[in-house]
Nanobody
Framework: VQLQASGGGLVRAGGSLRLSCAASGRTFTVNNMGWFRQAPGKERDFVAAVSWSGGRTYYADSVKGRFTISRDNVKNTVYLQMNSLKPEDTAVYYC??????????????????WGQGTQVTVSS
């Protein structure tokens, strides 16, 4: 499975961005997709995830109510709509896919495939 992320950029605090992640290859093996982020000097953190079949969503507390993850099964694409952005949201955002069920869905170690990352910068 190959993942191609896009949609990052520079935005002012309070603004919005939408990230996209297109999956190709053996996508029938994917059960869940997620977004993670890594700020300079920090560890990679879970942001959000969605189950590919039922559409159940999971969010980190820091983004709940501001970010929305969704998927388009026809286009094999997952989206992350980010609203009310804050400077602390600045990071490289990575999309990831896994074939496992929802167990440990917030753990990056449980994901099998990763995209290349897209930079999101929020200015104050």
């Amino acid at each position: 499975v190959q993942l191609q992320a896009s949609g990052g950029g520079l935005v002012r605090a309070g603004g919005s961005l939408r990230l996209s992640c297109a999956a190709s290859g053996r996508t029938f093996t994917v059960n869940n997709m997620g977004w993670f982020r890594q700020a300079p000097g920090k560890e990679r953190d879970f942001v959000a995830a969605v189950s590919w079949s039922g559409g159940r969503t999971y969010y980190a507390d820091s983004v709940k109510g501001r970010f929305t993850i969704s998927r388009d099964n026809v286009k094999n694409t997952v989206y992350l709509q980010m609203n009310s952005l804050k400077p602390e949201d600045t990071a490289v955002y990575y999309c990831a896919a896994r074939s496992g069920d929802s167990y440990a869905i917030r753990s990056g170690a449980s994901y099998d495939y990763w995209g290349q990352g897209t930079q999101v910068t929020v200015s104050s």
